[in-house]
């Protein structure tokens, strides 16, 4: 089992920053494939980064390409989404997610994840 928890959203202005952390803890390795989905209200969740095992490939959403970076510690368990600026598009809650991974596979879709964390609220002001 793994658990996930996301913190570090809040309300911040159009052109500003936030950082997401996501602190996995229980049976963590550096096989688990760790992704960023975002819900807005009225919209399916959607893939927003991810992130490999070693943490040597990233893939993101043409949405964010260019302003968000995905990173993970293997030291400390902890993946982050640092996310520069930000739009009202971005409004949405944030989720984590796990899965192990399976040779060179990336995970894109969120059928695909079998562990979630709570989620964490951004909101973009303009």
């Known amino acids: 089992q793994v658990q996930l928890v996301e913190s570090g959203g809040g309300l911040v202005q159009a052109g500003g920053s936030l950082r997401l952390s996501c602190a996995a803890s229980g049976r963590t390795s550096s096989t688990y494939f760790m992704g960023w989905f975002r819900q807005a209200p009225g919209k399916e969740r959607e893939f927003v980064a991810a992130?490999?095992?070693?943490?040597?490939?990233?893939y993101y959403a043409t949405s964010v390409k260019g302003r968000f970076t995905i990173s993970r510690d293997g030291g400390k368990n902890t993946v982050y989404l640092q996310m520069n600026s930000l739009n009202g598009e971005d409004t949405a809650v944030y989720y984590c997610?796990?899965?192990?991974?399976?040779?060179?596979?990336?995970?894109?879709?969120?059928?695909?994840?079998?562990?979630w964390g709570q989620g964490t609220q951004v909101t973009v002001s303009s």
């Open positions: 992130i490999s095992g070693g943490g040597g490939n990233l």
């Open positions: 997610a796990a899965r192990l991974s399976v040779g060179m596979r990336r995970y894109t879709n969120s059928d695909e994840y079998g562990y």
